[in-house]
């Protein structure tokens, strides 16, 4: 992959940040990266592992002279931070996030960018349930979608460089209107981290079930609600609060989905329960021939030898 940006600027040191600058470093895509991140501790470990180039205190160091800005910061941030850069912005650079709202984030952070810059918003649907400077991996971005909603009369070209850009880091890329994105990820994302913190929450209230046992007995099933649940709370706390229409909406809908399940074990109706069963067994494997996952046992986890 050849050479895309001169300069590629960070704001927020997390998880996506650092898995975007191993990536970027694999495959040569810019000349040089810096960052910078609200807490000393998080800049002091970027500058220790060499995450970027160069670390700085502030926002307006970190921007000076980059052509690609990619904000890293939670969605309540975004306008904060979109303040803070705006005067320093080089002519012509391109702005983008990976803000899992879209929507939110260009009422925040477009109104304050200077005419001459690109703001082409997007999200790359990728993550782990770790974050810090060194949770990030080079191959995180590999075969997932990364989704830009550019607005409209956006510059082809830098629209064309940065779609190229995501490419480069392993991603496919797709082009989405910001409020089908919401829609979208309300259904494939949001809702179902609310579902997994509400269940975790449960177990917790659940006096009958000591805490040993929802340790020892977690592979039941618990246990990956517990991988979802022990993401950023700050982020999603921010992601609930800014795609609320859409989110209520889908729970909405699951909810309604919850009572015809209850109303069926309640009467016996055998033939609902499989029926339905049969059809979400299907939407799990037309995710994995799309692959997006894997069907190895156990989610592919490792097993541990027995002595």
């Not at 952070?109 to 400077?133: D, Q």
């Not at 979608?145 to 082809?156: K, M």
């Not at 659940?206 to 040993?212: A, N, Q």
């Not at 020892?216 to 700050?234: C, E, H, L, N, V």
């Amino acid at each position: 992959m050849s050479l895309l940006y001169q300069r590629v600027a960070f704001i927020g040191l997390g998880l996506i940040a650092s898995s975007m600058a191993h990536a970027i470093r694999r495959a040569g895509l810019a000349a040089q990266t810096t960052g910078t991140a609200r807490s000393l501790e998080t800049r002091a470990v970027a500058a220790e592992i060499g995450l970027v180039d160069q670390v700085f205190d502030t926002s307006a160091e970190a921007v000076a002279g980059a052509d690609l800005v990619v904000l890293c910061v939670p969605v309540g941030a975004m306008e904060t931070v979109a303040r803070d850069i705006a005067p320093h912005l080089a002519r012509g650079a391109t702005i983008t996030d990976v803000g899992s709202v879209k929507q939110a984030v260009i009422d925040a952070v477009a109104p304050h960018l200077p005419a001459e810059a690109h703001f082409i918003p997007g999200h790359p649907l990728a993550g782990t349930e770790h974050s810090g400077p060194k949770s990030g991996f080079a191959e995180l971005f590999d075969n997932r979608w990364c989704i830009l909603t550019p607005p409209s009369g956006v510059d082809p070209q830098a629209l064309e460089r940065l779609t190229l850009f995501w490419r480069g880091l392993g991603a496919n890329v797709d082009l989405m209107d910001p409020p089908h994105h919401d829609l979208v990820l309300a259904v494939t994302s949001h809702t179902p981290h609310l579902i997994a913190y509400t269940m975790v929450g449960v177990a917790d209230d659940l006096r009958r079930v000591t805490d040993s046992e929802v340790i020892k007995y977690s592979a039941a099933g618990f246990r990956d609600f517990t991988r979802i649940a022990a993401s950023d709370p700050t982020m999603w706390r921010d992601v609930f609060l800014t795609n609320k229409d859409a989110t209520l909406e889908i729970l909405g809908r699951f909810t309604e989905e919850l009572f015809a399940l209850q109303r069926a074990i309640r009467q016996g109706d055998g033939d609902l329960l499989h029926g339905y069963f049969s059809r979400t067994r299907a939407i799990r494997r037309g995710i994995i021939e799309a692959g997006q996952d894997t069907d190895a046992p156990d989610f592919g986890r490792v097993q541990k030898k027995q002595d």
